[in-house]
């Protein structure tokens, strides 16, 4: 059978769009032991923003259950958001 090789990359958006789909959102432990740095790290503005804006707990991090009925919008943003931090991410892998 073959084998595919899924990016670091693909791998943190891979996350964000199951975790958030959970109501307590993604496990801030298991995050941090794989990738290394906290969810804030990838996608802190959107998580910041949408938190104001009375639809995200950060303790968690999760959306609430308003903020869950624009769960795509919201993975839109995480998403747009990753590909600015992620860089920084490379940088400091090196």
């Known amino acids: 059978p073959e084998e595919e090789r899924i990016s670091t990359r693909d791998l943190v958006a891979e996350s964000a769009i199951m975790g958030f789909r959970l109501r307590d959102g993604i496990p801030v432990d298991v995050f941090e032991r794989r990738f290394g740095v906290p969810v804030g790290f990838f996608y802190g503005k959107t998580l910041d923003a949408w938190r104001d804006r009375g639809l995200a707990v950060l303790e968690r991090p999760a959306l609430n259950p308003a903020g869950l009925l624009l769960l795509d919008r919201f993975l839109v943003e995480c998403l747009s958001e990753l ?10 892998r090196r």
């Open 83 to 92: 590909g600015s931090t992620y860089p920084r991410y490379e940088e400091r």
